[in-house]
Structures are given as structure tokens and as C-alpha cells.
């Protein structure tokens, strides 16, 4: 029999601050245990906004080069999912973020500051079973050479695979998969940092982004070269990369998925178009939880490391 999954939250309340790749912007970030139930929600107490923004598919209002989260009251939050990445990866499920500005801290431009965050802060099992997503049948979308799907799977975690095509020969083609396993996540895919081209820096800072963007806090091509001088973390960082995106984005579906993500050319725009598909599409998917928890003890549930 297969171990009974319970909600999970921190230990502790954790702080972490920096700037927003895109807004330039500092912002300082309590990441606070939460009860049964409440799922990630970000709350920022510089606005004059007392609502919540919950991190859910139906709240995407941006995905140009991030996932920007917006509730009822125009209360918004951006570049959510390195951070979102790290709780799917490391099996959280409720949070409460407090966060003073209008971009989550970019970090070292991947997942692993955070997955460091919450492993020193450690995780407590909670007294409400763990609510999966289980996918029935397949959801797929696409955009000219651009696609992703859900499908099936016999098991109850996410297994993921990915392709992406570039003609930079720092990139060129690169695939990979994996199974969001417990510990695999933090170990395998965290690392990898966000990534982007010279040619397009000027263009973007005309556009109000990357203001925040450096070699600190990114990978940059020029051309078929690395600009960094350190160079990267593994010979296929991009693919890893873009798994960690991925992660991310398919936790706006508003729990775990036990399920198949596929797709070819993957980005945050594509994977919240399936992350609604799947949403709007109710005969495809299922809650599911592990019944058999029903009769075990709850008052006494152990720590959890990541």
C-alpha cells in the first residue's frame, strides 16, 4: 500500500527579500505556515487591499516572459513561478506570503533558494488528507509548432516531459523527463536558472522588463555563446529549466496533478492555456484523495523533511 498523503505547511515562518527581474523592484517576502485548506496565497500589505490573491489558473492575467497573478480587488503579484515551483517540488500545500511589492524576489534566477528556505524551515504534516488532481482523460493544446497535454497515469504523482528547439548551438535541442518523486525536484531541476538572449535586452528594458535582470540572476546567450563567466550549471540546464517552469505553472491548477505533462516548446503562456483547458474541461479529471487515511489517527502528525 502506498503511503498516505496529508497536506503539508511550515515549521516556521521564513524571510527572504531581493528585486523583481522585471520591475527592478525590491521586495521583501514572509512566508508564513497556514492552515488546512488555504492553498498558496499571496497578501500584500503595501496596497490599501485586504483580499488575498490565490494562486490559481483563473487568476493568470499576464504571461509574457512570467506568470503574474491578479485577484478581484486588481491586487497582483508577479513572476510567481520559480517560487511555485519550489512548494510543488517540495510537497507544500498551504502558505500564506506576505510580500511588500509587486514581484517576487528573482533570486538566483531558479527555485533553489527557496527549496533552501524550506528545507532549513522543514515541513509539518497536517490533519487533512492531501487532495490530488486526477487526470481521467487527455487535455491538449496547441499553438502552431507549439503544444502541451495532460494525460493519464497510474500513479499519483506528475511525471513530465519536455522538448525544446533552438537554433543557437548553446541551446539547440534538448529533451528530458521526470517524475516530481519527493527529493528529486530540489536535487534534479531547482538549480536551473531563467534564461534569455542579448539580442533582446535593450527591446525588453523598452518594454518596462528585465530592469532587474543581470548575469546574477540569469543565464544570457549571445549568439552561440554563454555570456556568463561561471557558464552553466549542467549541459542541459534550458530543458531543466523549462521543467522547473512547468512545475510552477501546473500548480495553478490548485493541487497535485497524478498525471502525464508532455509538450514541445513549452512556456508559461502555453501552460496556463492548459492549465485552464483542464479546468474547463471537469469530465477529464477528478479530485482524489488516499480514502484509506479516512480511519488513521490525526492528532499526531510527524515532521517531513523536503
Not at 49 to 74: F, K, M, P, W, Y
Not at 276 to 283: G, K, N, S, W, Y
Request: charged share 25%; glycine share 8%.
Amino acid at each position: 500500500m502506498s503511503k498516505v498523503e496529508y497536506q503539508t505547511t511550515l515549521n516556521t515562518t521564513v524571510i527572504c527579500a531581493g528585486i523583481g527581474v522585471h520591475s527592478g523592484a525590491r521586495a521583501r517576502m514572509v512566508i508564513k505556515p497556514a492552515p488546512v485548506h488555504t492553498g498558496i496565497r499571496f497578501r500584500r500589505p503595501d496596497l490599501d487591499v485586504s483580499s488575498d490573491i490565490l494562486a490559481r489558473g483563473d487568476h493568470v492575467t499576464e504571461v509574457q516572459l512570467g506568470t503574474t497573478l491578479t485577484n478581484e480587488d486588481g491586487a497582483s503579484v508577479a513572476t510567481v513561478e520559480h517560487f511555485l515551483a519550489a512548494c510543488a517540488g517540495m510537497g507544500l500545500d498551504n502558505l500564506l506570503i506576505e510580500i511588500d511589492g509587486p514581484e517576487v524576489p528573482i533570486m538566483d534566477g531558479s527555485s533553489s533558494g527557496f527549496c533552501e528556505l524550506f528545507h532549513n524551515a522543514g515541513l509539518v504534516e497536517q490533519s487533512a488528507l492531501r487532495r490530488r488532481i486526477r487526470i481521467l482523460d487527455t487535455v491538449e493544446v496547441k499553438d502552431g509548432v507549439k503544444w502541451a497535454r495532460l494525460k493519464p497515469a497510474r500513479d499519483n504523482i506528475l511525471t513530465l516531459k519536455a522538448k525544446i528547439e533552438f537554433e543557437t548551438k548553446a541551446i539547440g535541442t534538448q529533451q528530458m523527463a521526470m517524475r516530481l518523486a519527493p527529493g528529486l525536484f530540489a536535487r534534479d531541476i531547482a538549480f536551473a536558472r531563467t534564461f534569455g538572449f542579448a539580442r533582446d535586452v535593450e527591446t525588453l528594458k523598452a518594454m518596462g522588463l528585465a530592469r532587474g535582470g543581470s548575469l546574477d540572476n540569469a543565464v544570457v546567450i549571445d549568439g552561440d555563446d554563454i555570456v556568463n563567466p561561471e557558464g552553466l550549471r549542467s549541459d542541459d540546464e534550458f530543458i531543466r529549466h523549462k521543467l522547473l517552469d512547468a512545475v510552477g505553472d501546473l500548480m495553478l491548477a490548485g493541487a497535485p496533478i497524478a498525471g502525464v505533462y508532455e509538450a514541445h516548446q513549452p512556456g508559461h503562456a502555453m501552460n496556463n492555456k492548459l492549465v485552464r483547458a483542464l479546468l474547463d474541461a471537469p469530465e477529464a479529471w477528478c479530485w482524489e484523495t488516499d480514502a484509506e487515511a479516512a480511519f488513521a489517527e490525526p492528532s499526531a502528525r510527524a515532521s517531513v523533511s523536503a
